[in-house]
């Protein structure tokens, strides 16, 4: 029996890793049926902000605004490509935690598609990477995308350099 997955979530940070896995995981909704919802996520982490000694909230609503912006670019991308249940939202806390843990249990998500992390070795060692938690600690299958559409291996570092969303 085929699995078909009802409810994918896809993190958004802005990364060349997570338009890979948008256009992925647009591809599995429109095989999977049209009950698959796409969920997208945007988290702002908040733990950025604690070390600003000024904090000022109009920072918050002009990241806010930006992640919202850029949501919208998907979600038509996505009815462009025949999707027709797709959602989103911004959140605002720890990533790891919001991405592997809260929003699948309150969406009841049963796949993640999440693009794999451009962290170096120490970067990882130092911070931890946001893949590598969620895929360790989610519930629910988890897809860590590394290539494109085509299955061809991910631009190098040097090659998507500057890699900017254009909607």
């Known amino acids: 029996m085929l699995q078909r997955y009802k409810n994918i979530l896809v993190p958004i940070d802005g990364s060349y890793e997570a338009e890979l ?7 599995v909704a429109k095989r ?17 902000f604690q070390n600003i000694s000024s904090f000022d909230t109009a920072m918050v ?11 919208d670019g998907y979600v038509k991308e996505a009815k462009e490509a025949g999707l027709e249940n797709i959602s989103y939202s911004v959140e605002y806390g720890a990533p790891k935690v919001i991405i592997a843990k809260d929003l699948p249990k309150e969406l009841g998500t049963d796949l ?13 060692l130092l911070i931890g990477s946001v893949t ?10 988890v897809l860590v995308v590394r290539t494109d559409l085509d299955n061809k291996p991910a631009l190098s570092k040097e090659q998507r350099k500057g890699f900017q969303r254009k909607d």
């Open 21 to 27: 896995a948008f256009k992925k995981a647009v591809e």
């Open 32 to 48: 999977n049926g049209k009950e698959t919802k796409l969920q997208l996520v945007h988290v702002v982490d908040t733990r950025a």
């Open 61 to 71: 609503e002009q990241v806010t605004e930006t992640a919202r912006k850029t949501m």
């Open 112 to 124: 993640i598609m999440i693009g794999a992390t451009g962290l170096n070795a120490v970067e990882r």
């Open 132 to 141: 590598e938690y969620v895929t360790r600690t989610a519930d629910c299958d």
